[in-house]
């Protein structure tokens, strides 16, 4: 059976940085890829940054809203990938879900909206005071 789970959310003032983490289970690293998505209320479902392993590699995606302030990482050793986010904004808060695909399935509509995404998390909230 596969579980994510993710803790790390909370409130954080602008300019702050918060590090979500996503615990997986019942996966390997190695044949799926993990995305971080977040949606507010009233808005749709974004994709905040995704990765996934290609030709022994690791490859990450960014949404252009976060790029420059958010990184993904995985520590495939704790079966758990990373969300740092740093310079955050009010318009960050949101609820943040780790979900999980197989690469077979993986595409850049996935990454970028989560449809397609097999797995979720219940989530974690984040709050950006202004």
């Known amino acids: 059976e596969v579980k994510l789970v993710e803790s790390g959310g909370g409130l954080v003032q602008t300019g702050g940085s918060l590090r979500l983490s996503c615990v997986a289970s019942?996966?390997?690293?190695?044949?799926?890829?993990i995305g971080w998505f977040r949606q507010a209320p009233g808005k749709e479902r974004e994709g905040v940054a995704s990765?996934?392993?290609?030709?022994?590699?690791?490859?990450?995606y960014y949404a252009d809203s976060v790029k420059g302030r958010f990184t993904i990482s995985s520590d495939n050793a704790k079966n758990t990938v990373y969300l740092q986010m740093n310079n955050m904004k009010p318009q960050d808060t949101s609820i943040y879900s780790c979900?999980?695909?197989?690469?077979?399935?993986?595409?850049?509509?996935?990454?970028?909206?989560?449809?397609?995404?097999?797995?979720w998390g219940k989530g974690t909230l984040v709050t950006v005071s202004a």
């Open positions: 979900a999980a695909v197989h690469l077979l399935g993986l595409s850049i509509a996935t990454m970028k909206t989560g449809n397609g995404m097999a797995y």
């Open positions: 019942g996966l390997s690293f190695d044949s799926y890829a």
């Open positions: 990765i996934f392993s290609s030709d022994g590699s690791s490859r990450t």
